[in-house]
Every structure is written in C-alpha cells, then in structure tokens.
C-alpha cells in the first residue's frame, strides 16, 4: 500500500492536488485510471481559467474500514490483510492524504502519466495478528 503525498513538477501534470484533501484529474488520467477511482468516490468536472482540457476533482465518497483496531495507538499504517484487498484507491475518515495499491501505481506508470509521488507505507515491518 502507498501513500501519495504530494504533487510534482513544473509542468501542468495529469494528476495534481486541487486543495487538501482534493486531486485534479486530467481527462486522459480520469479515463485511464476511471475504474480505481469510481470504487470509491466520484469525479466532478472541473475548468480551469485558460486550458483547454478539462480535468476533473475527485471526491471521496465512501471510506473503507480497512485499518487494524488492534494497533490503533501504533506508530504508522497498519491495514489488515483480509479487509485491504480489492481496494486500489481510496482515503481513510479523518485523513486527507489517499492511499494506492501496486495495481493503481501499475495503471498510472503503464499509461506515462505525470503529477504522483508514491511512498510505500505498507507493509512495512508490519507485526501484530494481522501480518
């Protein structure tokens, strides 16, 4: 599982945050990646002032219960193993950051998309029952 933490570069990427906690999708982006994202939330269009392409906000709409209760009070992201599969993009209640599966990151590279960071956040020395 990743974290992505910000956006990137100079040019105007396919994929850049709009405000916390919103990211803006390109057109081509939103089409690529459609079938992530609409697991679950829902992309509003949006046109910015002088482009020509439309990008569209992201919104969250539904958050899984995928965090390990166990360790609630530890240190980082603890998922558990039997909730976190099938869930490829999605934002926990009370974060504003938006967390990936290898198959997003592998969807996003495969179609040279720009504007993403990923830092792995899990597993990452992961213990507990949930391993």
């Known amino acids: 599982m990743y974290e992505l933490p910000s956006a990137c570069g100079t040019v105007v990427p396919d994929i850049v945050r709009a405000a916390l906690p919103a990211l803006a999708f390109s057109r081509a982006a939103a089409e690529h990646l459609r079938n992530y994202l609409l697991q679950h939330g829902e992309l509003l269009p949006l046109t910015l002032d002088g482009e020509e392409e439309a990008y569209f906000i992201y919104h969250a709409v539904r958050h899984p219960r995928v965090m390990d209760p166990a360790r ?16 490829h993009f999605f934002q926990l209640r009370r ?12 969807a996003y590279s ?16 992961q213990k507990g029952p949930n391993r």
């Open 95 to 106: 974060y504003t950051t938006f967390f990936v599966s290898d198959q997003f990151t592998e």
């Open 72 to 87: 609630e009070g530890d240190a980082g992201f603890h998922f558990r193993r039997d909730r976190i599969g099938g869930h």
């Open 110 to 125: 495969t179609a040279n998309l720009t504007g993403l960071k990923f830092r792995e956040v899990w597993p990452e020395a």
